[in-house]
């Protein structure tokens, strides 16, 4: 099978969609993240299917490779990695509330939500951000498609202006790897991309 005219169709759609995207908002979320590292704060992350493993993939980067050589580390807390606590929430409470639970009497002052969802619509993902709005927290929200209800909610919105969960999902990762990238050169004066 040849396969090489799709695989160029989508690595150039890729292109074009990241030429699209905000960077001021990159830039703000970049600042907010830093703020919160300074202040102790927490940075919950959370989101459902891909976006929940791209959740975790945050927590990972930021909690060991922008983290390992400083005393003030980013903490970083993704809500979708505990399964038993998400399924006895699940369970006894309703899937809705997986995420806003955990936030709640938890959440303080000058923590920061991560929000990822593709469509921007996912009920236990807005019932979480309503919550921590409430709350007086910042919400950065990660989204594709028009952005839904969450583009709306955010604080600042990291939106990718793609009608394709794929694309949505992979740039979702580049703003992960991209926002590591720029801090571990502002940390540690090393450029990550060379490593």
């Known amino acids: 099978m040849e396969f090489q005219n799709s695989i160029r169709d989508y690595i ?9 995207l905000n960077v001021e908002a ?21 989101g459902n299917g891909g976006s ?20 003030d580390k980013f903490r970083f807390q993704c809500l979708n990695d505990n399964v038993p606590t998400i399924m006895a929430i699940a369970n006894d409470i309703g899937f809705e509330e997986i995420f806003r639970f955990q936030l709640q009497g938890v959440i303080e002052p000058g923590d920061i ?13 807005i019932n979480a951000v309503e ?21 709306e909610l955010s604080d600042v919105s990291l939106h990718v202006p793609v009608n394709s969960m794929q694309v949505t999902e992979d740039i979702h990762m ?4 991209l926002m590591v ?15």
Request: glycine share 8%; aromatic share 10%.
């Open 12 to 20: 150039a759609y890729e292109i074009e969609i990241l030429q699209k």
């Open 26 to 46: 990159i830039n703000e979320t970049l600042n907010l993240l830093l703020e919160a590292q300074k202040n102790h704060n927490k940075i919950y992350v959370f």
């Open 52 to 71: 929940s493993a791209t959740a975790s993939h945050f927590q990972n980067d930021f909690g060991k490779s922008v983290s390992e050589y400083v005393e």
């Open 113 to 125: 939500v991560i929000a990822i969802s593709g469509s921007g619509n996912s009920k236990n993902i």
């Open 131 to 151: 919550y921590a709005k409430n709350c007086g927290n910042k919400v950065i929200g990660l989204t594709g498609y028009n952005g839904g209800k969450l583009r």
């Open 174 to 177: 580049v703003f992960d790897h």
């Open 181 to 195: 990238s720029v801090l571990y050169q502002h940390l540690y004066g090393k450029n990550h991309l060379s490593q």
